[in-house]
Nanobody
Framework: QVQLVESGGGLVQPGGSLRLSCAAS????????MGWYRQAPGKQRGLVSLFLYNGRTHYTDSVKGRFTLSRDAAKNTVDLQMNRLKPEDTAVYYC??????????????WGQGTQVTVSS
């Protein structure tokens, strides 16, 4: 069993910053990809940023230059630093990890979600 625990959401004014953190724990053998998705009201869940197994980091176009994903592989954590936030960034943010467990089962794990609201 793998758990992802998120923290750091909240309310911020446009132009402000927030930092989201996610820690993976449990019966983890390997983490292949790890990062963040988001879902705004009435919209589908979409990718924000992801560390890829090939060593690259992917960002969706709307957050490039504003968001930065960092990772501590030894601790199985990822942080998302969000700067110059816009009202359209308002969403529930979900941590995601593509993992294999000690039984060598590979699957995607999700956190419970944390609300980010950008409003004046």
């Amino acid at each position: 069993q793998v758990q992802l625990v998120e923290s750091g959401g909240g309310l911020v004014q446009p132009g402000g910053s927030l930092r989201l953190s996610c820690a993976a724990s449990g019966s983890i053998l390997s983490i292949y990809n790890m990062g963040w998705y988001r879902q705004a009201p009435g919209k589908q869940r979409g990718l924000v940023s992801l560390f890829l197994y090939n060593g690259r980091t992917h960002y969706t176009d709307s957050v490039k230059g504003r968001f930065t994903l960092s990772r501590d592989a030894a601790k199985n954590t990822v942080d998302l630093q969000m700067n110059r936030l816009k009202p359209e960034d308002t969403a529930v943010y979900y941590c995601y990890a593509d993992v294999s467990d000690r039984g060598r089962n590979r699957f995607g794990a999700w956190g419970q979600g944390t609300q980010v609201t950008v409003s004046s």
